[in-house]
């Protein structure tokens, strides 16, 4: 069993940065995937980053270049540097991880608003 706990949410003007931080409560390390998604008001959740099992990372569209997903494995924590930011990545951001076994376990979301 995993647990994970977002942190690092808030309120940020327009062009600011945030970074999130997801820490697990067991070992990530050699997990399937490890991911970040978001949910705005009113949309179905979305995928924003994600390292696969073999290291490689991608990301929503509207995120490229202004986003970054990195992981701390001895320090089991998940991190979403987010730079450039702005009105429309106002959501709600989760991590997600899925294991070996293909469970998917998911923390309880950080609030992430852009706003002037």
């Known amino acids: 069993q995993v647990q994970l706990v977002e942190s690092g949410g808030g309120s940020v003007q327009p062009g600011g940065s945030l970074r999130l931080s997801c820490a697990a409560s067991?070992?990530?390390?050699?997990?399937?995937?490890i991911s970040w998604y978001r949910q705005a008001s009113g949309n179905q959740r979305e995928l924003v980053a994600r390292?696969?099992?073999?290291?490689?990372?991608i990301y929503g569209e509207s995120v490229k270049g202004r986003f970054t997903i990195s992981s701390d494995n001895a320090k089991n924590t998940v991190y979403l540097q987010m730079n450039q930011l702005k009105p429309e990545d106002t959501a709600v951001y989760y991590c997600n991880v899925v294991n070996q076994m293909f469970i998917n376990y998911w923390g309880q979301g950080t609030q992430v608003t852009v706003s002037s």
């Open positions: 390292i696969n099992g073999d290291g490689k990372t």
């Open positions: 067991g070992s990530i390390f050699g997990s399937r995937l």
